[in-house]
């Protein structure tokens, strides 16, 4: 059983940045796929970013890339969510979750586990 804790979340104005934390307990967090989802009011949770095992290659939504970098400490067993020049559309609760399979995948029914989200709300 893994345990994932987001932290990082808040209030920013519009163009500022935040960086999402996520720390993992209960399992080997080298062997495991990380990624940040998110999820709006009234919509459905939707991929943000993913890295694979060493770090070594990450993916982004088109939403989000050149503005958010998805980086991972193996020997800190966290993964971080930098988020620059926010926009009052990435408004939502982010969420970090885990698989253990091979590859990185953006679709949320293929990680096995989950955090309890933390919240982003970016003022115009």
């Known amino acids: 059983q893994v345990q994932l804790v987001e932290s990082g979340g808040g209030l920013v104005q519009a163009g500022g940045s935040l960086r999402l934390s996520c720390a993992a307990s209960?399992?080997?967090?080298?062997?495991?796929?990380m990624g940040w989802f998110r999820q709006a009011p009234g919509k459905e949770r939707e991929f943000v970013a993913t890295?694979?095992?060493?770090?070594?290659?990450?993916y982004y939504a088109d939403s989000v890339k050149g503005r958010f970098t998805i980086s991972r400490d193996n020997a800190k067993n966290t993964v971080h969510l930098q988020m620059n020049s926010l926009k009052p559309e990435d408004t939502a609760v982010y969420y970090c979750?885990?698989?253990?399979?091979?590859?990185?995948?953006?679709?949320?029914?293929?990680?096995?586990?989950w955090g309890q989200g933390t919240q982003v709300t970016v003022s115009s």
């Open positions: 979750a885990t698989r253990r399979g091979l590859l990185p995948v953006r679709t949320a029914n293929e990680y096995d586990y």
């Open positions: 209960g399992g080997t967090f080298s062997s495991y796929i």
């Open positions: 890295i694979n095992r060493s770090g070594g290659s990450t």
